[in-house]
Nanobody, 124 residues
Framework: QVRLRESGGGLVQAGGSLRLSCAAS????????MAWFRRAPGKEREFVAF????????YYSESVEGRFTISRDTAKSTTYLQMNNLKPEDTAIYSC?????????????????WGQGTQVTVSS
């Protein structure tokens, strides 16, 4: 059973930074990469970023492009989400996810395994 565990959330002032981590265990299938999503109160789950395990490809939502950076440690099956210049609208529960199907998608419905999420709160 695949397990994903996030860490690194917290409370930060606007303009500050946080770094999230997500470690996958028992990743027994050939996953192409890992995605990060977020869900703000009263809103739908939103794609944030995706990193391939190999090849160094990364994809971002327009709302975080230029402020967030996703990186990965393939040997540890772990991704990191460096979040800079945080804004109050970044406040949400952030979750990592992987899918059995090869390839990248922004749709949360296409992901099979999810972490429990970590809260990020940005104060103004």
């Amino acid at each position: 059973q695949v397990r994903l565990r996030e860490s690194g959330g917290g409370l930060v002032q606007a303009g500050g930074s946080l770094r999230l981590s997500c470690a996958a265990s028992d990743l027994s299938f050939s996953s192409s990469g890992m995605a990060w999503f977020r869900r703000a109160p009263g809103k739908e789950r939103e794609f944030v970023a995706f990193s391939t395990w190999t090849g160094g490809r990364a994809y971002y939502s327009e709302s975080v492009e230029g402020r967030f950076t996703i990186s990965r440690d393939t040997a540890k099956s772990t991704t990191y989400l460096q979040m800079n210049n945080l804004k109050p609208e970044d406040t949400a529960i952030y979750s990592c996810a992987v899918r059995r199907t090869w390839g990248f998608t922004r749709s949360p419905w296409e992901y099979d395994y999810w972490g429990q999420g970590t809260q990020v709160t940005v104060s103004s």
